[in-house]
């Protein structure tokens, strides 16, 4: 559960800020969209997690204490590609047709960065962009991308001009591209958009120089379900995405083959690694090797190799997210410096939650809580008081309508989210939604996720797994939060779980999703496929 953090009192600079309503009403604001790839909530210190508190990470948390936090975030399909597209069009995976990663985004396909630049506003995306197309064709009209994921040293950029390697730190280069457009190349009088999206902490995990050994000797609290059996739950007994069984030692753990050795183990692809300059080289292997060396001569095995592992992807996966906190720090201060703070919405999300251990987990997809969830802060003064946690559940195709409402553009039938402006007064209209839709893709594919669709009320979950495996699970969030017991065959439960399929059919007509098996058909598509053939 997350911490309740009371609605402050108005302070003297939001009294001041509300006096400046009016002109502000006047300018259209500009808006600062940051987003991360793979940032889990549990590793954002304002949702109040025992590992973040670990780990904190202060210029988020800044945006929440100065705005609102959204403690009900969600996505529609937990995946890059899907999300994004999601985030641009406000719009399920279905509609948008980008279901699975490795597709294209229609480039024809509405999004508000081209709506939003053709009614005045600058608009510029910094980072990864991973929709399979040069930006250019969705309408951006300044942009700078890494390559597909993006490497985190010495990055492929891609630029109008073509394609260059640029030396440095990924996290580093896109605030510094970011920066440098807000600085110089913008127009000041014209309001802008900046999308800022950062390719950390996504997979392998590799931090900054500077920050390699911030978490080096910090003792994460591991999962009470790290060494999770998955009994009654064959899709999640199915995948690829446990910590000590399927990331690879020297790609994603940054272990090396022996004591004394800097050459890493299996390293699945050893560009990242590679690309590196012999100077940075050096200066991660001065780092690291104590402690590759130490598990080497220790000689783990079982259980304790496992939670080493654990302590060692936390300790990586962290120090990456300390560079995105970095750069949100100089977005803002470089805000304040311009006098643009007040007028300007800030927020920062991530493209899906991620597993930090639950379960035994990395990567995400599931619907299960860890990746369904994903982090939400947004900013903005004289707007939304500060302090303010909103509870309505929301979701990744809410942003599209909520970036048009603020810039005073009429909302698009097409458009299946809600403004979240509607909430972010801490109180939903009544007729806000109460419970979510989510579908997910992607097999076969990386990880070996089933695909489901589902639907999460406020207290209970009903997933429904589909394809080679037929399997309904429930959930009870007040009894079970860590989703270990699914409940589809007991007895108690069976007329909440009949309310739920009606409830779950109901949102597939309203969302006009007809993807996958109906609700009602009880066969799988595969053993469909062969009845039909019978
Ligand atoms: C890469 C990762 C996977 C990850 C997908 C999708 N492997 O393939 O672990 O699930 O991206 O991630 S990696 O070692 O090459 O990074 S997503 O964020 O783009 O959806
Ligand atoms: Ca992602």
Known sequence: TLPACATAAPSPSQAASVAGEEAAQQRRPNIVFIMSDDHAYQAVSAYGGEIAQLAPTPNIDRIAREGAIFANSYVTNSLCGPSRATMLTGQFSHLH??????????????????????????????????????????????????????????????????????????TDLVTDFSIDWLEEERDPDKPFAILIHHKAPHRNFMPAIRHLQTYLGTEFPVPTNYFDHYDGRPAAAAQEMNIYADMYEGHDLHMTEEAGSNALRFDRWPDDFARMTPEQRAAWDAQMQPANDAVNEAGLAGRELALWKYQRYMKQYLATVAAV??????????????????????????????????????????????SLRTPLVMR????????????????????????????????????????????????????????????????????SVRAHYGVRTDRYKLIRFYGDINQWEFYDLATDPGEMHNRIDDPAVQPIVARLQLRLEALRAQYRDSDGPAVSDPLTAAAKGRRDAE
């Open 97 to 170: 047709g980008f279901t699975k990663n490795g597709q294209r985004f229609d480039n024809a396909t509405w999004n508000w960065v081209r709506e939003i630049g053709a009614a005045g506003y600058q608009t510029a995306l910094f980072g990864k962009w991973h929709l399979n197309y040069s930006p250019e064709g969705a309408g951006i009209q300044t942009w700078k991308v890494l390559d597909d994921q993006g490497k985190y040293y010495n990055p492929d950029i891609i630029t109008p001009e073509g394609r260059s390697v640029v030396e440095g730190y990924a």
């Open 325 to 370: 906190d970095d750069s949100v720090g100089r977005v803002l201060d470089w805000l304040e410096a311009n006098d643009l703070s007040e007028n300007t919405i800030v927020v920062y999300t991530s493209d899906q939650g991620f597993y930090l251990g639950e379960h035994g987990w990395f990567d995400k997809r599931f619907m299960y809580e860890e």
């Open 380 to 447: 903005f003064p004289g707007q939304i008081a500060p302090g303010t946690r909103v509870e309505a559940p929301v979701q990744n195709v809410d942003y599209a309508p909520t970036f048009l409402d603020y810039a005073g553009i009429p909302a698009r039938a097409a458009i299946q989210g809600r403004s979240l402006r509607e909430v972010v007064d801490g109180e939903a209209p009544p007729d806000w939604r109460e419970d979510i839709y989510y579908h997910y893709y992607e097999y076969p594919g990386f990880h």
